[in-house]
Each structure stands twice: as C-alpha cells, then as structure tokens.
C-alpha cells in the first residue's frame, strides 16, 4: 500500500477517533468515536484497482452503520430513561448496547459478515481491521455488566473458530 498524506491523516483519524471511544465519560461520545473511526477506515479500505476492496468497503459500511444507529438507538433509551423515569430495566439496554458492540467487533455470534469482508482487504488493511479496529468496541463491552451473554460469546467464537 502506497502512503501518501491523505492515508497518514485518515490513519491518525483512525486512532484518535478510538481514542475518544475509549476515554470518553458518556455513551454518546463514545458513539461520536467509534462514528469517526468508522468513516476515516473506509477511505483507508478503498482502492481504485480492486474492485473486491470497493465491496469490501461497502459491506463494512453497510454493517457497521447498522449497528451503529442500534447503538445510538440504545443510547437515546438509556438517556431516556434516565431523564424520564421510564421503566426499562437496565440489562435490556446493556444487551442491545452489547450486541452493537458485538457486531462491530465482528465477534460472534454477529460476525458472519467478516470473513467476506476480510476476503477484499489487503494486508495491512485486515491486520489494522483484526487489530485496532476491535479495541475500541472491546473497551466499551468491558464496561458493560453482562457476564453471561459476553460468556455466551466467548464461547460461541471458540465454537466457531474451531471449525
């Protein structure tokens, strides 16, 4: 892969966008994060040679822009809830806030769409996608408390590794 300025920004946008994930004290900012990391990767995965790159790169936005508006669906209940008294309990928002941040991990059992997508990618686009693509949505789960569906998932991708 060829690096010339617009690569290096939209890959210091890739970190500081997980990095306002990961620092950030609400939902929203962690969202408004997770949103740049999202839209500074897809410039990163297109290339105008490869058509299976363009593919690529649709089908990750496609999969995490879905999960992304469930998530800030999932935020806007959450605020909701705490600002109206609405009675949601609260392990029903944390598992939508969970499955989210599962799919944008791409951990199971939400990760059908990765294997097709890491089909398209170059080297250093799937190593930067297995790798730091995943730690801010690993971040964000570790702060939820879920034991039981995340035990659920780990298990599930053991599962599914293994075969």
Known sequence: MFINSSKILFLLMVFMGSLISITSN??????????????SFIPLMSDSNNLKSTESSLKYFLTQALASAVLLFAVILLMLKNSMNLELKNSFISLILLSTLLMKSGAAPFHFWFPNLMDGLTWLNALLLMTWQKMAPLMLISYLNLNNFLMLSVILSVFIGAI
């Not at 609400?26 to 839209?39: D, H, K, R, T, Y």
């Open 26 to 39: 609400s939902w929203l900012g962690a969202w408004m994060g997770l949103e740049i990391n999202l839209l």
